[in-house]
């Protein structure tokens, strides 16, 4: 008895301790001295990579194609609505005749998998890398490769988009509610969501805004609408006007 109460309380010393760790994350970042001005550059708007399913009872991942589908076209029109309050020219990607789709489609990935590099080794101080440490220099590229992309030319930066979405299932959130009485936490549902500019002549990563736990049901055009306004927070460029309308 006195033993299963220790263990009790250290599991739920452990949720505490990464209860705080995760209110002190930090969620944005930006290269040293980068900033826009409203009206000075023209920037490419990357097909957002979106996935969408639920989350079974053991927690794995299973894809569904019809949640999918209805949060693609529910993101593409809640960005197609914040584009003109960006303070600069946003382009939709278009792939024409270059036959750079698949080169186009890794690079989204690739960025996906930079801004998780990102969330974990800079945005968690815990976890912080040692060259990042000293002044916390933001330092991330996908590549110089990208400027070589045809489809791209005229445009100055690269706006890409991927969100990653599982909604828990019943067995999960039945597994959820013992689990917490046991003392044992056990998160239902994963919802991460990544906007980054890429500098388009150097590969560098100069804007990131990346969390975990992010809201909003991308199902539905209001919680995809959420969605973007919270990728989009804090994107440079952004008039004030603009930013004080988007948060009403």
């Known amino acids: ?126 976890n912080r890398l040692p060259t990042k440490k000293r002044d916390k220099r933001f330092d991330w590229a996908v590549g110089p490769g990208i400027a070589s992309l045809k489809s791209l030319e005229g445009a100055d930066y690269a706006l890409f988009i991927t969100t990653h979405d599982e909604y828990g299932s019943t067995g999960r959130k039945v597994l959820q509610i013992f689990a917490a009485m046991g003392g044992v936490s056990v998160t239902s549902g994963v919802h991460v969501g990544h906007a980054g500019l890429v500098d388009l002549k150097t590969g560098e990563l100069v804007w990131l805004n990346a969390d975990r736990q992010m809201g909003g049901d991308v199902r539905t055009p209001e919680g995809a609408q959420k969605r973007v306004k919270q990728l989009l927070e804090g994107f440079p460029g952004k008039p004030v006007e603009a930013a004080a309308v988007a948060g009403k």
């Open 1 to 126: 008895m006195r033993l299963n109460f220790v263990v009790r309380a250290s599991l739920l010393a452990c949720s505490l301790c990464i209860s705080v760790a995760a209110a002190a994350q930090e969620k944005t970042g930006n290269k040293e001295g980068f900033a826009l001005k409203p009206g000075t550059v023209r920037i490419m708007l990357m097909r957002p990579v979106i996935q969408v399913g639920a989350q079974s009872t053991g927690g794995m991942y299973e894809p569904n194609a019809d949640w999918t589908e209805q949060a693609r076209n529910y993101i593409a029109a809640s960005l197609q609505d914040a584009q003109s309050q960006l303070g600069n020219e946003v382009t939709g990607y278009s792939e024409a005749a270059s036959g750079e789709g698949p080169a186009v489609t890794q690079y989204s990935h690739l960025f996906s998998t930079v801004a998780d590099s990102v969330i974990e080794y800079q945005f968690f101080a815990g």
